[in-house]
């Protein structure tokens, strides 16, 4: 069954740095997104990629955040300049077309920015 | 805004027993519920989903939800819990009308003893 996948599944980066989280959405989905679980709290939606631009954000992606399809295959997130509060587990999820609503998710990677 | 609640942290309950976890939404137009499953250091895993037609929706794994629009809530629910269904639950909404992106709940960890 194919899957979203996502790498690295840890990333560890100093305050300031950028970075940027890789996924892999199924095959022939056509909506993207990411979404981020600190800690103990909720998933929180970021952002929402349809037909390589972005559809719908979030009050937290803000201009340290972009997100990008470079190919066909990979969708990627960058944070700019990490703070000590982007330290979170970062999801990315695909949906296959128009008229279906269930989001498929990756397994995750754990952001740690000390 | 689109709300959701999970009002138990916890939930435990003997295999073979009948389990129950419980969500309510808030929402300005129709609903889009889902229920999605976490297992230890894998991503949320679609269980089932509401969109339209019959209260009762089954899904994956023998669970299934019930929709209740007067008490706008959309508890899961099986007859008979497994060892193997330990895991954390998010229930999930989806605006038809306004954002449309999902808003999940705290999570609610599910505990079943054998």
């Known amino acids: 069954e194919p899957e979203v996948t996502q790498t690295p599944s840890h990333q560890v980066t100093q305050m300031g740095q950028e970075v940027i989280l890789r996924c892999v959405p199924i095959s022939n989905h056509l909506y993207f997104y990411w979404y981020r679980q600190i800690l103990g709290q909720k998933v929180e939606f970021l952002v929402s990629f349809y037909n390589n631009e972005i559809s719908e954000k979030s009050e937290i992606f803000d201009d340290q955040f972009s997100v990008e399809r470079p190919d066909g295959s990979n969708f990627t997130l960058k944070i700019r300049s990490t703070k000590l509060e982007d330290s979170a587990m970062y999801f990315c999820?695909?949906?296959?077309?128009?008229?279906?609503?269930?989001?498929?998710f990756g397994p995750g990677t754990r952001l740690t920015v000390t | 805004a689109q709300s959701v609640a999970q009002p138990e942290d916890q939930v435990n309950v003997a295999e073979g027993n009948p389990l129950t976890v419980k969500c309510t939404y808030s929402v300005s137009g129709n609903p889009y519920l889902f229920w999605y499953v976490q297992y230890p250091n894998r991503g949320l895993q679609f269980l089932l989903k509401?969109?339209?037609?019959?209260?009762l929706v089954k899904g994956s794994y023998g669970f299934e939800a019930e929709f209740n629009k007067s008490q706008t809530s959309f508890h899961l629910k099986k007859p008979s819990a497994l060892v193997s269904d330990s895991a954390l639950y998010f229930c999930?909404?989806?605006?038809?009308?306004?954002?449309?992106?999902?808003?999940f709940g705290s999570g609610t960890r599910l505990q079943v003893q054998p």
């Open positions: 509401y969109i339209t037609g019959d209260n």
């Open positions: 999820a695909s949906r296959p077309r128009q008229g279906t609503y269930e989001q498929y």
């Open positions: 999930a909404v989806r605006d038809t009308t306004g954002r449309r992106a999902l808003t």
